[in-house]
């Protein structure tokens, strides 16, 4: 099934216990993309997409139009349009490829569900992303806050925090946590999601904030 662009699927190791059980995350980007954790997927007919992540320059009219049409090729159940194809925008969906798995590998707690997600995110919505990284525990709280600075300095709809750990290294930081959720306007939906990256070393933290 030809699509305009590039269809891409994650190249990670999926440890769920029933591969029905994770959702289907594809990406699609105009321009080809160079990244270990995504590899070009070839589309047939009937091949299910739960969630789409469309990269494109929004103040393009053709990459718009493209889009578009990939999106009604492809027929995702969702669709989420991302800012850029940084890596920091790639980790950060890579990150959510390993909560929704919920296996308890990858995934820190068995606590994602695709449909939190959009609800909170909304559906086929305008998202921008920031990240840092702590590399201890003194640099948490003040890089939990740089992380998610824009999201709380606007009027957003919606906020995921996606916070990474070294393997085996989870921290529920719920001081910290309860000091940032209090902080956000009564309006603006919010979900924590975690997951474990064997990149990380014991102490750090990645933290990564999707919101629109």
């Not at 994650?10 to 440890?15: A, K």
């Not at 590998?105 to 998202?127: K, P, R, Y």
């Not at 956000?184 to 999601?193: A, E, G, N, T, Y």
Request: some cysteine; overall charge negative.
């Amino acid at each position: 099934m030809n699509t305009p662009g590039y269809v891409y699927q994650p190249r990670l190791p999926l440890n769920s216990l029933s591969a029905d059980e994770v959702p289907v995350i594809r990406l699609w980007s105009k321009q080809p993309l160079v990244n270990q954790d995504w590899q070009i997927k070839t589309m047939e007919q009937d091949d299910p997409v739960h969630l789409l992540g469309l990269i494109f320059n929004a103040s393009e009219p053709d990459e718009l139009v493209l889009a578009k049409e990939a999106q009604t090729i492809l027929r995702p159940q969702h669709c989420m349009k991302l800012p850029d194809s940084t890596e920091t925008t790639l980790l950060a969906i890579r990150d959510m490829v390993y909560a929704l798995q919920c296996d308890w590998s990858h995934s820190v707690m068995a606590n994602a569900e695709l449909e939190d997600l959009i609800q909170v995110l909304g559906n086929n919505a305008q998202l921008q992303v920031d990240t840092a990284v702590a590399f201890a525990n003194s640099q948490w709280s003040s890089l939990l806050e740089a992380t998610c600075i824009k999201a709380m300095q606007r009027h957003t709809k919606g906020i995921v925090l996606l916070r990474a750990h070294a393997t085996q290294d989870f921290n529920k930081m719920t001081p910290l946590l309860e000091d940032f959720r209090s902080q956000l306007v009564l309006s603006s939906d919010f979900i924590c999601l975690d997951v474990y990256d064997p990149n990380l070393e014991r102490g750090q933290k990645r933290f990564t904030c999707l919101y629109n």
